[in-house]
């Protein structure tokens, strides 16, 4: 007899169904399970024990969930509930902007940044950051969530041998190295552009496109350049992540966002 009562769907995609459940005490968390038409799909399987092996084995970093199990393949974590980056974007269009918006987008995106520095001190890239990957613990807590095409360990692979990822990442988030080669790109760079994509799209309310479509930087430009160096195509010419950090963490001590 499964422990859990589920309460509700969250998601329900081609690859996994996420799920929110109660156990026995009445603690809500969230499963993550396989769909129907994938339980003999051993990528999705290996994507999702990967996931758990993340959640598990990195449970020091306090901006991703809070892991619970993984058994018979359903994962188990913290359930999220104050929604996504993607949700307060999509309201913030509809309501209007305040005044205070880009300060509030630059202290999640510093958050994501720092949590995204502690994944690579322990050899993971994310490499799909986005704003439907971000759910928000309470206001100012972010965390990032889905490792499935993550990069992890010395291997520096997603999948081991003999898979092969095709395709990786999320149209206007994904770097072009990922889009152009999935197995070789691996670097750490791929995350300062998804975060600096994502950062973007919360400024401006839609996904960033090629370059010459984007729109000017946000006033008080000090953020804005700093996006639009972590936008660009060469992953030699982004700001390594700590100069990022450090650089996001002046304007939003200084409020020059």
């Not at 359930?79 to 999509?90: D, I, P, Y």
């Not at 160096?229 to 304007?251: N, T, V």
């Amino acid at each position: 007899m499964t422990p859990w009562r589920e309460e509700a769907v969250l998601a329900e995609g081609p690859l996994f169904r996420v799920s929110l459940a109660s156990d026995e005490s009445g603690c809500r968390w969230v499963l993550k399970a396989r769909a129907a038409d994938v339980r003999d799909d051993p990528v999705s399987a290996l994507r999702l024990e990967k996931e758990a092996r993340i959640l598990c084995g990195q449970s020091h970093i306090s901006g991703i969930p809070r892991f619970h199990s993984f058994a018979d393949g359903v994962l188990v974590m913290e359930w999220l509930q104050c929604g996504s980056l993607l949700e307060r974007a999509e309201k913030v269009a509809c309501e209007g902007r305040s005044v205070a918006w880009p300060t509030r987008v630059a202290r999640w995106v510093l958050a994501l940044s720092q949590t995204l520095q502690e994944l690579h001190a322990e050899g993971i890239v994310h490499r799909d950051v986005k704003p439907a990957n971000v759910l928000l613990r309470v206001e100012y807590e972010p965390a990032l969530i889905d490792f499935g095409v993550a990069v992890d360990g010395p291997a520096g692979r997603s999948l081991p041998r003999p898979w092969r990822e095709d395709a990786v990442g999320t149209p206007g988030y994904a770097a072009p190295e990922l889009r152009a080669d999935p197995e070789a790109a691996v670097d750490p760079a791929i995350d300062v552009y998804g975060l600096s994509a994502t950062a973007y799209a919360l400024l401006h309310l839609r996904r960033p496109g090629h370059e010459s479509e984007r729109s000017a930087p946000v006033p008080n430009s000090g953020f804005g350049t700093l996006l639009a160096r972590g936008l660009s195509p060469s992953p030699q010419d982004r700001p390594p992540l700590q100069a990022f950090i450090d650089e996001l963490s002046a304007s939003v001590g200084q409020r020059t966002v």
